[in-house]
C-alpha cells in the first residue's frame, strides 16, 4: 500500500464516525466490472457496491444522462413536476407491474413507506391504531427506526429498542409459524423474496404463495422486500416474478438508480386508493429530476441490454463453478442463492478469505460470519466467473 493510501485511511478514521471496519482500500474508479484504487490497483468487483451496480461501471449513455441532467437542473421539489420522474415512474410500473409508485432516497426509507402505508390502511379499515406487522427472523431491511423494528435480527436491534412496536416475528419459509402469529390485529406480512443479509435464503414457491393466499383471504398487505433481490439480480425484473404472485406493497433501491441514491416503495391500484394521501407522507429529495434521470436511464438499459435474460443465462454457470467448490472443499458446506445473488456457507468465519481475496484481486463481501456473499454487476460473463473462482481458490485457506 502507498504512503497515500495509508495517509488517506488514517484521515478517514480521524473524521468518519467509526460505523463500519472498513477494508484497507481507498477506491478511485470504476471501469465495467473492474474498480481501481488510488495506487492504480485492479480488482474484480464481485459485490458492486452491495449489489447496486447492476450495469458495471460506466455502462453506456447511463454517466451522459447522468451528466445532462445536471446541467438542465438537479432538484426541484415534489410539489412541482419534472420530466424525469413523469419518465422514470411510467417506466418502473411497467417494469414492475405494479399501479403506484413513490419516490425515496435509500432502501430503508422505503421500507418506512411501506410500513406507512400498511398502518394508514388498517387504520381506514377500522381506525384503530394497534394494528401488527409480522415480519421475519433473519430478515434485514435497513437501519432507520422503522426498517429496524421489521428486521429480525436482536443484535442489530437490541441496543435502539423500544422499536416502533407491534411487529411479531416468523420463521422464513415456514407457514405455521407465520399462521402462528397472524390474529385479527394483523394489517400486513413483511418479508424478502430472496433474504440478503440473513444468508441468500430463497423464498419457496409454497411459502410465497400461501403467504399470498392467506393474506388474500384476511384482507392483509403483503410486502415484499425487494432492495437487494430485485432489479434483475434473480433473472426476473423483480423476484416475485417467476412466483406467478403479485404483493401488494413492494420496496425497491440499491440497483434501481445503480449508483444514485434512490429508492421506491410501490403498490396496486387498490393499496394507492386506500392508504396514504396528500399529506400523510413527503420527502424533500426523493424522487428529484438527478435520481429520477439515473432511474429512467437504467430501466432503459435493462431493456435495451436484456438483462435478466443476461442473468438467466449466465447465473448457472456461476453457480455450476461454485458448486464444484463445495465438493472440493471440506470447509464449503452449501451454496446457497438465486440468479446473481449467491452465498458460499463456510464452517467457519469468512473475513480471512474476503482480505485474501482483496489482496489478489478479487473484491468479495460477507453476509454473516461464515457466508461469503456473491452479488457482482449483471453484466458479468464466464470469463469472470472464471477469473473470481481462479483468485477465491487461492484466497480459501
Ligand atoms: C440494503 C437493504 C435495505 C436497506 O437499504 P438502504 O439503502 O441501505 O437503506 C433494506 N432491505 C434489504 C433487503 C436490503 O438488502
Not at 44 to 61: N, T
Not at 364 to 370: C, D, E, F, V
Request: aromatic residues 10%; proline residues 3%.
Amino acid at each position: 500500500m502507498s504512503e497515500t493510501m495509508k495517509a488517506y485511511i488514517e484521515e478517514a478514521e480521524g473524521a468518519l464516525l467509526h460505523t463500519y471496519n472498513r477494508f484497507p482500500v481507498v477506491l478511485d474508479r470504476g471501469e465495467g466490472v473492474y474498480l481501481y484504487d488510488i495506487d492504480g490497483k485492479k480488482y474484480l468487483d464481485f459485490v458492486a457496491g452491495i449489489a447496486v451496480f447492476a450495469l458495471g461501471y460506466g455502462c453506456g449513455d447511463y454517466k451522459e444522462a447522468l451528466k445532462s441532467q445536471v446541467d438542465k437542473i438537479l432538484h426541484t421539489s415534489n410539489y412541482y413536476y419534472n420530466v424525469p420522474a413523469i419518465e422514470a415512474a411510467k417506466k418502473l410500473k411497467a417494469f414492475s407491474g405494479m399501479d403506484r409508485i413513490f419516490f425515496t432516497n435509500s432502501g430503508a426509507e422505503a421500507v418506512e413507506g411501506a410500513i406507512k402505508t400498511a398502518r394508514k390502511y388498517g387504520f381506514l379499515k377500522d381506525g384503530r391504531t394497534d394494528h401488527q406487522i409480522i415480519a421475519m427472523n433473519h430478515s434485514f431491511h435497513g437501519r432507520t427506526m422503522g426498517a429496524l423494528s421489521v428486521t429480525g435480527n436482536a443484535h442489530y436491534r437490541d441496543p435502539f429498542e423500544p422499536g416502533i412496536g407491534n411487529i411479531r416475528f416468523a420463521d422464513y419459509n415456514d407457514f405455521d409459524s407465520v399462521l402462528r402469529q397472524v390474529n385479527d390485529r394483523t394489517v400486513a406480512i413483511l418479508l424478502e423474496t430472496v433474504q440478503g443479509e440473513g444468508g441468500l435464503t430463497p423464498a419457496t414457491e409454497e411459502f410465497l404463495r400461501a403467504i399470498r393466499k392467506l393474506c388474500d383471504e384476511r384482507d392483509i398487505l403483503m410486502i415484499l422486500d425487494e432492495i437487494q433481490c430485485g432489479m434483475g439480480r434473480t433473472g426476473y425484473g423483480f423476484a416475485w416474478q417467476k412466483y406467478g404472485i403479485r404483493p401488494d406493497v413492494m420496496t425497491s433501491a440499491k440497483a434501481l438508480g445503480c449508483g444514485v441514491p434512490v429508492g421506491a416503495f410501490l403498490m396496486t391500484e387498490k393499496v394507492g386508493a386506500h392508504s396514504l394521501v396528500a399529506g400523510d407522507h413527503g420527502t424533500t429529495y426523493g424522487g428529484n429530476p438527478l435520481a429520477c434521470a439515473a432511474v429512467s436511464k437504467v430501466l432503459d438499459l435493462f431493456e435495451e441490454r436484456q438483462i435478466p435474460a443476461h442473468v438467466r443465462e449466465i447465473a448457472p454457470y456461476l453457480e455450476r463453478r461454485l458448486d464444484e467448490l463445495v465438493s472440493e472443499y471440506d470447509c464449503i458446506l452449501e451454496r446457497r442463492g438465486s440468479g446473481l445473488m449467491q452465498g458460499l456457507v463456510f464452517d467457519h468465519p469468512v473475513a480471512d478469505t474476503i482480505n485474501a481475496a482483496l489482496e489478489g484481486g478479487l473484491i468479495l463481501i460477507n453476509a454473516g460470519a461464515n457466508i461469503l456473499r456473491f452479488v457482482p454487476p449483471l453484466v458479468i460473463e464466464k470469463e469472470h466467473v472464471d477469473e473470481m473462482i481462479r483468485i477465491l481458490r487461492a484466497s480459501i485457506r
